[in-house]
């Protein structure tokens, strides 16, 4: 189904409790609690395959794909992308489906937008699983993220995705998933591949390169009271002590560190991940 922003933009969304065809079998939409998944900007709504397969039938799981990602809208707006823009299309989606409070997962640019989405609409979240959250957050570390990305955007213009893809999806944090799956790293590959050239470019330096610092928002997160997961992966240097960061500073906050994991733990561990999100879903859900 697709589902229309307040300022225009077409989202394609997949409801595993929606519309027919995606329904699970053995849950209705009425039965099901609902987990929103928000991927990666390596990823979109196909990142989260495993985890529809593992967690289907006992949730309703519902994923898009982000603004700027076939089979979604391109705006070619650059006002179009930033952080709260894509808090707020979480926010329509929610809306467009019909449901109050959601458990909301989120890996790296989602699991960002998950915290940013618990932080502004807490009222909208029953429960919080932030994964591979923090690169670019810690203040030693800015700028040279800040430059990675605006040089990731202008290689997407110059050189077209594939060519991006072979260089961003073999980097050290994201080799981990070939090591442990080479099929799946392959798919990994292909998504990343697949990505607009136009809609990556302009994600990387609306949201990515611009999101403010973590480090800039403790005193809004040390009040932030949705029950929330934190996991990364303990080869993912750049997210790590980020995680550990929110550890410390959220007052409602639990941490799954997964051994020799990347920065893609959701498929790097597929049952695992599902199985945390799972427990922590039952537990906020109550």
């Known amino acids: 189904m697709r589902v229309t922003t307040d300022d225009g933009v077409g989202l394609a969304v997949y409801d595993t409790g929606g519309d027919g065809a995606q329904r699970s079998s053995t849950v209705g939409p009425d039965d099901a609690p609902p987990i929103l998944f928000l991927h990666e900007f390596g990823g979109d709504h196909r990142s989260w395959a495993p985890q529809f397969g593992h967690l289907t039938g006992r949730y309703r799981c519902i994923t898009y794909d982000a603004r700027g990602y076939p089979h979604s809208d391109v705006p070619t707006d650059p006002g179009a ?8 299309d979480a926010v329509a989606v929610l809306d467009a489906l019909g449901i109050e409070r959601a458990v909301v997962v989120g890996n790296s640019m989602g699991g ?3 915290l940013h989405l618990g932080l502004t609409h807490p009222d909208r979240c029953a429960g919080l699983v932030v994964a591979g959250c923090g690169y670019g957050a810690a203040p030693d570390r800015a700028a040279a993220f800040r430059a990675d990305a605006l040089a990731l955007a202008d290689a997407y213009e110059r050189d077209g995705s594939a060519a991006v893809a072979a260089e961003y999806g073999n980097r ?3 080799r981990s998933l070939r090591e ?22 302009l994600t990387m330096r609306g949201v990515q390169a611009s999101r403010p610092s973590l480090y800039d928002l403790t005193d809004r997160l040390v009040s ?3 029950p929330t997961l934190l996991v990364v992966g303990d080869r993912d240097d750049e997210a790590i002590d980020a995680t550990l960061m929110l550890r410390r500073t959220l007052p409602v906050a639990d941490l799954a560190v997964l051994p020799r994991a990347g920065h893609l733990t959701n498929l790097e561990y597929p049952e695992i991940f599902s199985r ?3 427990l922590h879903a039952a537990r906020a859900l109550g």
Request: no cysteine.
């Open 172 to 174: 050290p944090a994201r």
């Open 81 to 88: 992308y930033s952080q709260a823009r894509a808090v707020a």
């Open 224 to 226: 932030m009271t949705v």
């Open 180 to 201: 442990r799956d080479e099929h799946a790293h392959d798919e990994h590959l292909r998504v990343l591949a697949e990505h607009d050239p136009v809609g990556a470019a």
């Open 276 to 278: 945390l999100v799972d």
């Open 112 to 114: 960002f937008a998950t």
